[in-house]
């Protein structure tokens, strides 16, 4: 069971320790799962990955209406609390234009993933409409088939498939359309190697032996690429000036403070109008993201 997690957003809804038996009502298969702490309280194994897609499962049935979510073995299973985070705080990025979060923004999430995520809470929190992009076949069907398998969002959610596995947002912007913002939760790791020795520290972290490794799987696109972040960051920060009249805000999760002074550095080579660093945190996790602008003031405040 997890206590209060203390800096999450104002409006997450994952401030409160899980409410298991309200859970289990949202998705009954969750029960079989729920063992009791040393101290007696209901709690799940957070080691067992088969527990952790039904926790997944519940709080997105519970929290954000999703009735149908799965993804395949070996793709990441993303903490739902810390991905909403980044949606609202996008919220108040995009508030602060407008002056009130926008109901119909056009967003576009780059490596949707199998898991289809951020979408799926954008959707269900502010309404917003999303395009997704997905350069893995098995996650683009399996988001796909999320997408299908709950009445609605097909209208709000569309996803594309990246043909180019070197293009990040060539190939998916097309020429006359217009978004309010981008997100991205880019590959961390470097190498398939870096990315393996990632997983074995989280599992001895856990004290888990070598079965654990599912619930730290992930396919290679989700978990490193060439030059990892600071690369694939660096890249989209390129691609996005030719982009620049057609997207109000482009921004990216970065997962270690020490790679935002490179990062700084292409957002001036390109440059950028402005560019505003937040800071997140969930539980003992620090992250942030970044955001850049080639548009005014002026230009942010009008509908694209």
Known sequence: ????????????????????????QAHPELQGFITLNPVGEQTIDFANPLAVKAL??????????????????????P???????????????????????????SIL???????????LIGVHEYGWRFTGSEVNAEAFASAQAIVNGNPGLTRQIRLRRQKDAKAILSGIIHKNETYDATLCNPPFHDSAASAQAGGERKRRNLGLGEESVLNFGGQQQELWCEGGEVAFITQMIKESQQFGRQVKWFTSLVSRGDNLPPLYRALTDVGAVKVVKKEMAQGNKQSRFIAWTFMDEAKRRRPL
């Open 1 to 24: 069971m997890k206590a209060q997690k203390p800096g999450l957003h104002p409006r997450n809804r994952h401030q409160q320790r899980y409410d298991l038996p309200a859970l289990c």
């Open 56 to 77: 997944n499962k519940a709080l997105l049935a519970h929290f954000y209406a999703v009735k149908h979510w799965d993804i395949p073995d070996g793709f990441l299973c």
């Open 79 to 105: 903490p739902v609390p810390g991905r909403a985070d980044y949606i609202h705080h996008l919220a108040d990025l995009l508030a602060l234009d407008s002056g009130t979060i926008p109901a119909n923004a």
């Open 109 to 119: 999430d780059i490596g949707v993933g199998a898991n289809c995520i951020y979408p």
